[in-house]
């Protein structure tokens, strides 16, 4: 248990859905982070919020929209996505951007 | 970035130590060098990490080269629940967009 929580762990959605992916820490940390972890290939850094603000965005198309309501909670959007996009979606939170990341057991995101 | 260089894989017999090598010939003075690791349908959790000296924790050891120019993470003992994968990473704290850029790792297998 890393404190960091994320639902769901398992999804199933066709390329017309709209689903979102939610994470949660319970660490008091001010940074989070989405990354991508695709079949045999290294984790992807996808979006880094910091104090609430979106700070980096690593050219990820636009059918993923991140939201960040406040420091505990981040939410990944999902729409009209591609086969593709089908992968474990990892969420870390860090107390700030510099130090050691907790990351949350992922969410297994298949799209048909 | 300053990169890193794994063996894609290793192997170790259950209750014997393993070290795990990694080469970071283009490391700045700045840089710390973190180990993370993967077990199988998790996230990655944090390992270790130093600067310029070895260091210990519960988990393992990290033994860091004179010229700081590589570092091997070393378990005493390997279990059956070491077997996962384990990412040498460079980190600068100094910076304040520093990010985490995971490679492929070295996959690591415990035969009992």
């Known amino acids: 248990e890393t404190g960091v929580t994320q639902t769901p762990r398992h999804l199933v959605m066709g390329m017309t859905n709209k689903k979102s992916l939610k994470c949660e820490q319970h660490?008091?940390?001010?940074?989070m982070y989405w990354y991508k972890q695709s079949a045999k290939k290294p984790l992807e850094l996808m979006f880094v919020?910091?104090?609430?603000?979106?700070?980096e965005n690593n050219s990820v198309p636009s059918r993923f929209s991140p939201e960040c309501p406040n420091s505990s909670h981040l939410f990944l959007h999902l729409h009209t996505l591609q086969p593709e996009d089908s992968a474990l979606y990892l969420c870390?939170?860090?107390?700030?951007?510099?130090?050691?990341?907790?990351f949350g057991p992922g969410t297994r995101l298949t799209v048909l | 970035d300053a990169k890193t260089t794994q063996p894609n894989s290793m192997e170790s017999n259950e209750e014997e130590p393993v070290h795990l090598p990694c080469n970071h010939s283009?490391?700045?003075?700045?840089?710390?060098i973190h180990w993370y690791r993967q077990l199988p349908s998790q996230g990655p959790e944090y390992v270790i990490h130093?600067?310029?000296s070895n260091v210990n924790n519960r988990m393992a050891s990290l033994a860091i080269a004179e010229d700081r120019k590589s570092s091997t993470l070393i378990l005493h003992r390997a279990t059956l629940r070491d077997a996962a994968v384990y990412y040498c990473?460079?980190?600068?704290?100094?910076?304040?967009?520093?990010?985490?850029?995971f490679g492929k790792g070295t996959r690591l297998h415990i035969l009992p």
């Open positions: 130093g600067l310029t």
């Open positions: 660490l008091g940390h001010n940074a």
């Open positions: 283009t490391i700045s003075g700045t840089d710390y």
């Open positions: 919020y910091s104090l609430e603000e979106r700070v």
């Open positions: 990473i460079l980190r600068d704290p100094l910076n304040r967009d520093d990010k985490i850029i």
């Open positions: 870390a939170s860090s107390q700030d951007r510099r130090y050691t990341q907790y």
